[in-house]
């Protein structure tokens, strides 16, 4: 992968994203995983947008990038990135943000996402989401390189908050980090709720505390999921493999209470149920708890579409 000098700005057409409050409602959604595509074709089921990983698609032949395009007659998509790297301490490549720039105009993404951290290292591919550290100077550094990447996007830039399981000592706090970045961009948040209530149990915090100290008004969507452990003093894994728990849901209806969400997630990636019942149940919850937040405010969802 190539990269640029630090301090220099991805070569791709500077573009002005649509600020974060005018951002549409696109309701309960899933992630496009192939072992479920054939419930996610049928039109039997109540799925409202989808999340794509976006390395899947970034330079992929024209056949896969046509499922792409056959799935866009149906759904809003949104596409879910693993390695923009945004925390590295150089610009994300130059080559990636030109072919994510296509990608999010070729399918209309409302917004873009990828995660709070960095995955490459003097060029070299980590393979794992390592978290930063928790400086007011990193935070500062990390937000403008985001902002100039969304402005090279042309679209929205949402940010995620990853897991992590061990917890160096840090001037900041994980939540007190995430606001500082958010103070130097105009990006949004994408909450991962499970990160959320993995992160406080295994390290020893208020969640509710959490959501006073980030900027709640940012939060675009979020993500669902069901992780395993947490039993024997082991720590909580966020494996995306077990149905959303009920400390998730909670958080959800919270969050939802705070801020306009736009849009609900739900995440699976292994142990899918031979019953796309369950899912679409855990998509249905989802999509009440969000709509009863919208229900609670003077404004309607139909002003954000």
């Not at 610009?91 to 943000?97: G, L």
Request: charged share 25%.
């Amino acid at each position: 992968m190539t990269t640029a000098p630090s301090g220099t700005a991805p070569a791709a057409a500077t573009a002005t994203a649509v600020p974060v409050s005018g951002l549409p409602y696109l309701g309960s959604g899933i992630g496009y995983r192939t072992e479920i595509k054939d419930a996610i074709d049928s039109p039997a089921n109540r799925i409202d947008w989808l999340e794509v990983i976006t390395e899947h698609y970034l330079f992929a032949p024209p056949d896969v990038r046509d499922v792409l395009h056959r799935l866009r007659r149906r759904f809003r998509i949104v596409p879910h990135g693993l390695e923009l790297s945004i925390g590295a301490p150089r610009e994300p490549s130059p080559r990636y943000v030109d072919a994510l720039a296509q990608l999010v105009d070729e399918i209309d993404a409302p917004w873009f996402s990828d995660h709070l951290c960095f995955t490459r290292a003097a060029g070299v591919a980590l393979g794992t989401l390592t978290p930063l550290p928790r400086t007011r100077e990193i935070a500062r550094e990390v937000g403008r390189r985001a902002q100039r990447v969304q402005a090279a996007v042309g679209r929205p830039l949402i940010l995620e908050n990853v897991t992590y399981y061990i917890d160096l000592l840090s001037p900041l706090s994980e939540a007190q980090f995430i606001a500082e970045v958010m103070e130097h961009c105009e990006c949004g948040l994408l909450l991962d709720l499970t990160n959320l209530d993995i992160n406080a149990r295994n390290h020893g915090y208020s969640a509710t505390e959490f959501l006073d100290t980030i900027p709640v008004e940012r939060v675009v969507q979020v993500h669902l999921a069901g992780g395993t452990g947490g039993e024997d003093d082991r720590m909580d894994l966020d494996t995306h493999s077990e149905p959303v728990p009920p400390a998730v849901w909670g958080l959800l209806g919270e969050l939802v209470g705070r801020a306009p969400v736009r849009a609900t997630l739900l995440e699976r990636d292994q142990n899918f149920p031979e019953d796309f019942g369950e899912l679409q149940a855990e998509l249905d919850r989802a999509r009440l708890i969000l709509d009863s937040g919208w229900d609670m405010r003077a404004g309607t969802r139909a002003e954000v579409r």
